[in-house]
């Protein structure tokens, strides 16, 4: 059992490898990664069941520890990075139809958002340069980096408190949640940066100040996707804007945008209508596992690098993902997310299904 939980972490990788072959094999087969993240998991997750084992107290240091965990989350940075490049450069000259082009680069974003972000995540936590170097190129290529800093100063501090935008109410859709955690995920962070550097005496527009130096690699990655790939494609320097090739910055920001949204369905999922109470002297009670959703279906936490044990991760964010513990007093979600993210697309339906285990919690 320890071999095949060990090994199952390399599920995330069969994503790119399924985008790929349905890229190759044209038509329908597109369909390959929607229906595999959609339709095989979670028919897996009913047929493999539920993982409830936390890793034994002696064991814990010598799992935490194991460069394997750690050298698959580098290796999928290495794979996501060539994964991306080669999307972008097979898109732009393919004649594909609107139907095979919309499932391409839905392939794609569930690849750089649902996996991407989740490794990005995972990493972006770790106090190793190289590792939160890793996580801003992986959300560098979603245009989420401000997610870095809003998520670990912001979301973690506030997180199931009306103060923090990533938490979302109960009774509120997610097409009520999107347009508030997005701008208010990207404001927050501007703030958190404005802090910082007041606390420091720095000027707002100095040079350390993160979020004016992820606004400038972003628009510089554009920037070089655009003309990079109309020079490669012409061979020589483009002179006008028509001289340029814009469908691989579509591709590149509607990709973008689709991996991001997918992230905003997840928070959506992870906190909904959880709240911390205020005590008397204003501030909010300590984070605790009942905050954060739960579940622990086996194959969905293998591709999801154990993010659904959500709960651990707010208590011991520099956790690893192996490490995660499963809390069985937190209020437990009644499948994984790739169905939840579905049903969260049906407000009716979510409610109707989630109001009333939320309900035992309040």
């Known amino acids: 059992m320890k071999l095949i939980k060990q090994y199952s972490f390399l599920l995330a990788f069969v994503l790119p490898a399924l985008t790929v072959l349905g890229f190759y094999l044209g038509g329908l087969w597109n369909l390959l990664t929607p229906c595999f993240v959609f339709v095989l998991i979670p028919v897996l997750d009913l047929l493999v069941g539920k993982d409830s084992e936390n890793p034994a107290d002696f064991r814990f240091q010598e799992i935490q520890s194991s460069v394997f965990y750690k050298y698959l989350t580098y290796l999928w940075v290495l794979v996501q990075s060539v994964f ?8 732009v000259p393919a004649e594909l139809t609107v139907f095979e082009s919309a499932l391409f680069i839905l392939s794609v974003s569930l690849v750089t958002g649902g996996i991407g972000i989740t490794v990005a995540h995972e990493l972006g936590h770790k ?3 190289l590792e939160q170097f890793l996580s801003k190129l992986l959300l560098l290529q979603t245009c989420y980096l401000h997610f870095y800093i809003e998520h670990n100063r912001g979301h973690h501090v506030k997180v199931s408190t009306p103060d923090d935008p990533a938490s979302s109410r109960k009774n509120e859709s997610f097409y009520a949640f999107y347009p508030r955690t997005v701008i208010g995920s990207y404001l927050s962070a501007w ?15 100095h040079y350390k100040n993160e979020m004016i130096q992820f606004s400038l690699v972003t628009i510089m990655l554009i920037g070089f996707i655009l003309f990079g790939y109309t020079f490669w494609e012409r061979g020589s320097f483009p002179i006008g804007i028509s001289d340029y090739s814009w469908k691989p910055v579509f591709f590149f920001i509607v990709q973008s945008v689709l ?3 997918l992230l905003e369905v997840v928070n959506y999922i992870e906190h909904y209508g959880l709240e911390r109470k205020r005590k008397d002297n204003g501030n909010y009670e300590k ?14 936490n293998a591709l999801l690098f154990q993010l659904q044990r959500h709960s651990d991760h707010h208590a011991n964010a520099g956790r690893r993902y192996q490490t995660l513990r499963h809390f069985p007093e937190a209020p437990q979600l009644p499948y994984g997310y790739e169905i939840m993210i579905l049903i969260a697309l049906v407000p009716p339906l979510w409610y109707r299904m989630v109001n009333p285990i939320l309900e035992t919690w309040e």
């Open 259 to 261: 991996a991001f949204s």
């Open 191 to 205: 703030s958190l940066e404005k802090e910082k550097l007041t606390r420091k005496g720095l000027s707002f527009f």
């Open 127 to 129: 106090n190793s340069k």
């Open 84 to 91: 991306l490049i080669w999307s972008i450069v097979s898109f």
């Open 287 to 300: 984070i605790l596992p009942v905050h954060s959703w739960n579940q622990n279906y086996m194959v969905s």
